[in-house]
């Protein structure tokens, strides 16, 4: 599938119809249909193995959706079909899923720089150069963590973690551990840590969703409910549909798990927004000063593309101008994974399939 030999232009750079950038979901989902029609391709995962990135999450962490709506084509999810499963059962399906296809996935691969000459992609990663007709980006678009500045205020003392870092609380020292970001991660991240000491939450409530997904109503009827919308109703080809879009682009949405009365039985206590350091100390909004002897930041994650050396963002624009992920400014480049690509559950394991194909 990838020529070794001389490239078409003459460089030693490999020879490959199409590169997908990115071995999680979106890009086996990819490579699965490619694979299908017959195309060359290879799959190019920066991780040392696939399903990686998701093994690298904290340690108690479960999908939201349940086992039946996280297959990927030609291979459903083996676990009950109303379980949730946990991030390593993701991780090891991902890894079988490309082993079962026989997906062409490269890892400990990082891609540096895309760009295009003569009609041609060029593809530069960790040790190794391709050359393409076709790239397909198949990552989402959470790939760095939002930090504030005034983090390398705060007294080196207090131990620092985001959320990536973060696995479970046996990593954080004895005393206080404030978490900033009280959607789905900050919540589950506090709630655990609560039983052995005291845990601080600090962020705008969102909101939360008025069912237990764990329950007999939430299993049955309000969960294949939401994934209905997300996956039918709520897409660019609606009104209802880019109005979501909008408005999730701007703020999240309720946290889904947790519940604000599992919070307060578990004593933990909500405090402002921490909104700079005083005297290396967290600040909130009310003015107050907390003295945790940890801090977990869980403030969410934004694309970077800085790699992608090609004009198709608008100035300032962090994602790239696309429709459904194709781009016509930029014929040959595609994108799949993007959250709202298409329609609610495009950055889920729900929806990377139908995106792909």
């Not at 709506?69 to 899923?97: H, I, Q, W």
């Not at 080809?237 to 889904?256: C, F």
């Not at 967290?282 to 907390?290: F, H, I, M, N, T």
């Amino acid at each position: 599938m990838v020529s070794s030999d001389a490239s078409r232009d003459g460089t030693d750079a490999e020879d490959v119809a199409t590169v997908v950038i990115g071995g999680g979901q979106a890009g086996l989902a990819v490579g699965y249909h490619l694979k299908h029609h017959g195309l060359p391709f290879v799959i190019l995962d920066a991780n040392h193995r696939t399903g990686d990135s998701w093994r690298q999450r904290w340690d108690s962490l479960r999908l939201f959706t349940p086992a039946w709506a996280n297959g990927l084509p030609g291979g459903p999810f083996p676990a009950p079909r109303r379980s949730y499963p946990s991030k390593n059962e993701v991780a090891d399906y991902l890894e079988a899923y490309a082993a079962r296809f026989e997906l062409p996935v490269l890892t400990d691969t990082r891609v540096e720089r895309v760009s295009r000459r003569d009609g041609r992609f060029r593809v530069e990663a960790t040790g190794r150069r391709f050359v393409a007709d076709d790239v397909v980006v198949a990552m989402s678009g959470y790939q760095t963590i939002r930090i504030p500045p005034f983090a390398d205020e705060i007294d080196p003392a207090i131990v620092q973690l985001s959320s990536v870092e973060y696995r479970n609380p046996g990593q954080l020292p004895d005393g206080p551990v404030l978490v900033v970001g009280a959607h789905d991660t900050g919540t589950e991240i506090a709630l655990e840590n609560a039983a052995e000491r005291t845990a601080w939450l600090s962020g705008r409530d969102p909101g939360q969703v008025p069912f237990r997904i764990d329950r007999p109503f939430g299993r049955r009827v309000g969960v294949p409910a939401v994934m209905f919308m997300f996956h039918r109703v709520m897409n660019v080809r609606n009104p209802l549909g880019r109005k979501v879009r909008e408005n999730l682009h701007r703020k999240a949405g309720p946290v889904v798990r947790i519940k604000r009365k599992d919070l307060a039985a578990a004593g933990v206590e909500r405090v402002p927004r921490v909104v700079g350091a005083l005297d290396g100390l967290p600040a909130l909004e009310d003015g107050r000063v907390v003295e945790p002897a940890s801090l977990i930041w869980c403030t969410g994650f934004g694309p970077d593309f800085s790699w992608i050396d090609l004009p198709v963002f608008s100035d300032g624009a962090l994602e790239p101008t696309h429709e459904r992920g194709i781009l016509p400014s930029e014929p040959g480049l595609y994108f799949v994974g993007l959250p709202f690509l298409s329609a609610a559950s495009s950055a889920l394991l729900l929806g990377v399939g139908r995106d792909a194909e």
